[in-house]
């Protein structure tokens, strides 16, 4: 998630040197860490110095996990500041590369938006909800931005709701309905000398902020860790006492879906997996002044893991690979409903 602090409450430009620094020394974090960097410059109004991060992650000979994401973003910002022909030329290379990533989605359509590309703005939105979400019952968290984005700017074009829109309205939980919010005949202006309808817009801002403020808590998902066999066979050869917490690797693996399903149904969003490895553990551990076989380690690594942008949203996307790295589907390994 990009900050959203203002720039008079955060030295940005500080914050993204610090950024870099951390990347340097955790290079298998670099992109995750240097696109906080990229948003950090941004919101300093330093534009060029964030679209050379963006050069430089796109340049480099390490294969990103999200190149999509990473051009949707340079697009976005060479927008603001001057370069137009570009920023669009790279929009359309993304869209025309079908990202299965809504966040690539949702930074391509947003900047169209904000240009007032309305038409063109809706039909990125609704390619990338076709894209991702047609035939799944249940939309991952971060495809959410997808569907309600498409019915704000649905509104804003006054065309009628479709089978989508509605989907959106039953996934949005704010007390104001999606209807409200994205209302273009909303009264924005302070100078109203109508008491109802300055109370009206309150009630519509406190929802809003309730929306932005639930997102903001939520910067990376919730994360369960992860061993592959291998790392698994090595960590208990080390550290034996930890078999009690991982009796065999097949176990392992049913703990983690398990696990994921309880939380999914009692309504946790913004789920994930973070894989683990014996020395970034051992690390940890160091950093912590603790031993690896003290479990209780075990949840924080995978959370600092997380926030360093190491988690895979779960459950995958239709037709993808198991996280489990079975190299079968998801819907045909773990996905299989018991």
Not at 56 to 84: C, F, I, M, Q
Not at 90 to 118: F, K, N, Q, T
Not at 236 to 251: G, I, K, N, R
Request: proline letters at 7%; aromatic letters at 6%.
């Amino acid at each position: 998630m990009r900050p959203d602090t203002p720039a008079e409450n955060v030295d940005h430009t500080a914050e993204a040197a610090r950024l870099e620094r951390t990347a340097g020394l955790y290079p298998e974090d670099a992109e995750a860490l240097l696109l906080q960097a990229a948003a950090h410059l941004e919101l300093s109004g330093d534009r060029p110095a964030a679209t050379a991060l963006y050069d430089r992650l796109l340049s480099s000979s390490t294969p990103l996990d999200n190149p999509h994401l990473v051009r949707a973003l340079k697009a976005s910002n060479l927008w603001e500041y001057g370069h137009e022909a570009e920023a669009r030329a790279i929009i359309e290379g993304v869209r025309s590369s079908s990202p299965r990533d809504p966040a690539a989605w949702v930074i391509v359509a947003e900047a169209l938006e904000s240009h007032d590309e309305l038409e063109q703005a809706q039909e990125a939105f609704t390619e990338g909800v076709q894209l991702l979400l047609t035939d799944v019952a249940e939309p991952p968290y971060s495809a959410h931005p997808l569907l309600f984005g498409r019915h704000r700017v649905r509104r804003m074009l006054g065309v009628a709701h479709d089978d989508w829109d509605i989907f959106a309205d039953t996934l949005h939980s704010m007390p104001i309905s999606l209807d409200e919010l994205h209302d273009p005949k909303r009264v924005w202006s302070l100078g109203s000398d109508n008491p109802a309808e300055l109370e009206a817009e309150i009630s519509r801002l406190r929802a809003e902020l309730g929306a932005y403020r639930e997102a903001l808590s939520r910067p990376f998902p919730v994360a369960v860790l992860h061993w592959t066999a291998d790392e698994l066979t090595e960590l208990l050869s080390a550290y034996p006492s930890l078999s009690a917490e991982y009796p065999s690797h097949e176990e392992h693996l049913a703990t983690i879906e398990a696990s994921l399903r309880e939380l999914a149904s009692s309504g946790t969003p913004n789920l994930g997996i973070v894989t683990g490895t014996v020395p970034s553990y051992e690390a940890f551990a160091a950093s912590e002044l603790s031993s690896p076989e003290d479990t209780t380690l075990l949840p924080q690594y995978a959370t600092t893991l997380a926030a360093r942008g190491r988690a895979v949203a779960w459950p995958p996307q239709r037709g993808a690979g198991c996280w489990c790295g079975s190299g079968r589907v998801y819907g045909e390994c773990h996905g299989t409903v018991s």
